[in-house]
């Protein structure tokens, strides 16, 4: 009797806790419930003047929802927290020296982040030297995309093809497709320093299927890249021999054509707008998160 006297005073005191917590668990969630939205997720759209008293009122997606939504998608994006401060707001176009195509590839930028379409298709190819904020343009306009909502993925070009590589050893349990699914699929990619990697035919072959699969299912790609834009073999010819470019160009050997081929350079033509940067590498005399370029 003395046992089961004390197994009910353990058992009483186990149920008053779980109302205690049931309790406190109730006081918190109403607490935590949108002013807005009830924590039904919908909030009812404003009466217009032409129907005042509609009673069949339209709604929409809460803030609360929309917020927690871009929140989900800018952690899936993959940016790099060396970017992760990049915004088109902090994009600066004023420093001393600026060159003009600054400015105008932050208006461009901006305008394709406000007028996106995912039915069109269309992507971004942005070219420029190194420091000139290529990436700082690319991660700004994913981050405006996804606060619409958008799916978006970035990937530095070198750090893709690793990762393709890495899924063809035994040992490891992500498969090609595991790897290349989400960079087929996502709405928005951005494809970081493409031609970073000397060709092979791996690369080549690699290159061409991403960028066809996404072509083909009309899918919008950003990529950014340091190499000129010009077909293969043809730069030096272009150049005064005793130019500063012609001298980069000894050192870097290589144009867009020359690391992914000609016909892929094409495609990209098809695929993107253009927008090219000039001027000098910015991050050397960078002070501040704001000035900081890639």
């Known amino acids: 009797m003395r046992v089961q006297s004390q197994r009910r005073k353990i058992l009483g005191r186990i149920e ?14 109403a607490a935590e419930l949108c002013p807005q939205c009830a924590g039904t997720g919908w909030k009812t759209l404003s009466a217009t003047p ?27 994006a993959r940016i790099p927290r060396r970017y ?4 088109l707001g902090s994009y600066t176009t004023d420093l001393p020296g600026a060159n003009p195509s600054l400015a ?14 995912p039915r069109e298709g269309a992507g971004l190819l942005i070219i420029g030297k190194i420091g000139t904020g290529k990436t700082h343009l690319a991660v700004g306009i994913i981050k405006e995309l996804i606060n619409k909502g958008i799916p978006c993925l970035f990937y530095d070009y070198r750090e893709l093809l690793k990762e393709i590589q890495n899924s063809y050893n035994t040992t490891v349990q992500t498969t090609e497709l595991d790897v290349l699914r989400p ?21 080549g072959d690699t290159v061409s299927l991403i960028l066809n699969a996404r072509y083909n299912d009309n899918r919008t790609t950003i990529i950014t890249t340091n190499l000129p834009n010009l077909k293969k073999g043809t730069y030096k010819s272009n150049l005064i021999p005793s130019s500063k470019e012609a001298a980069e160009q000894a050192m870097q050997d290589a144009t867009l054509g020359d690391r992914i081929g000609e016909p892929m350079r094409s495609r990209l033509h098809e695929m993107c707008r253009i927008i090219e940067l000039d001027g000098d590498d910015f991050r050397k005399g960078a002070r501040s998160a704001s000035a900081r370029f890639r």
């Open 16 to 29: 008053l806790r779980r109302i205690e917590e049931a309790g406190l668990k109730l006081v918190k969630t």
């Open 50 to 76: 032409s129907a005042p008293e509609d009673k069949d009122r339209r709604v929409t997606r809460c803030d609360c929802q929309l917020r927690a939504r871009s929140q989900t998608l800018l952690t899936g």
């Open 84 to 87: 992760e401060h990049c915004e």
């Open 104 to 117: 105008l590839a932050l208006i461009s930028a901006s305008k394709f982040a406000q007028e996106y379409d």
């Open 183 to 203: 960079v087929f699929e996502t709405d928005v990619l951005v494809l970081d320093e493409l031609g970073a990697v000397k060709p092979t035919e791996w690369v």
